[in-house]
Every structure is written in structure tokens, then in C-alpha cells.
Nanobody, 126 residues
């Protein structure tokens, strides 16, 4: 059974840090990119960070660049999202995704990904 499972998340104060993890199971995941998206109720899903299957390239949205780091462990089919200097506007449901985007632009949009987790909530208090 194909699964995309996120762990981590929770409540943190402004300026704090959190670590999200995503594990892929149920099939061969070689050549699959992984990414994190987030969504606030009433808004579209937003790209946060992504990495190619072997971690040789990473991508970040401008809103998190310099604060978040995505780390891929291909041997374990896992990707972590290290989030530092968190702000209240980072509050959202965070989703992990896996897919095979065919271009750099596709790496940063939801339609580039086929498999999605259920999401984990991150809340940053002011």
C-alpha cells in the first residue's frame, strides 16, 4: 500500500523551530522528488520546499528561503523539513508530496506531484 506519512508539527512560539518528517512506503520511490506544501483555510495550497530524488537540487519559496531547510535521505525514502525562526504567518497545515516533475517549474507546483500525505498542523503563536 502506497503511503506518504508526515510526522512532527505542533505548537511553537514565534522565533522557535520545528522539524517535520515525511516517509514514503509501499513502492519503489527511486526517481521521485519530494516536496512540502502548506495550506491555510480558504487559500490555495502553497509550495514551501522541494528536493529531487537524490537531493542534488533543492527549491524554496521566497517566504521561507533562509529559514527552512529540506533534507532528503534517499536510502530511507524520507525527507525532513527543518523550520527555524518561525513566524505566525507560517501557521498552516503542512503536506508532504512525492512525484516525478518533468521540469524545474513543475518541481514547485502541486500538479507536479502524484502522492500526498494527510497533512500535519503547524501553529506559531505570537
Amino acid at each position: 500500500q502506497v503511503q506518504v506519512v508526515e510526522t512532527g508539527g505542533g505548537l511553537v512560539q514565534t522565533g522557535g523551530s520545528l522539524r517535520l518528517s515525511c516517509t514514503l512506503t509501499g513502492r519503489s520511490w527511486s526517481s521521485y522528488s519530494m516536496a512540502w506544501f502548506r495550506r491555510v483555510p480558504g487559500q490555495d495550497r502553497e509550495f514551501v520546499a522541494g528536493t529531487t530524488w537524490n537531493g542534488d537540487r533543492t527549491y524554496y519559496s521566497e517566504t521561507v528561503k533562509g529559514r527552512f531547510t529540506i533534507i532528503r535521505d534517499s536510502a530511507k525514502n524520507t525527507a525532513h523539513l527543518e523550520m527555524n525562526t518561525l513566524k505566525p504567518e507560517d501557521t498552516a497545515q503542512y503536506y508532504c508530496a512525492a512525484g516525478r516533475p518533468w521540469s524545474t517549474d513543475q518541481e514547485m507546483i502541486a500538479s507536479g506531484y502524484d502522492y500526498w500525505g494527510q497533512g500535519t498542523q503547524v501553529t506559531v503563536s505570537s
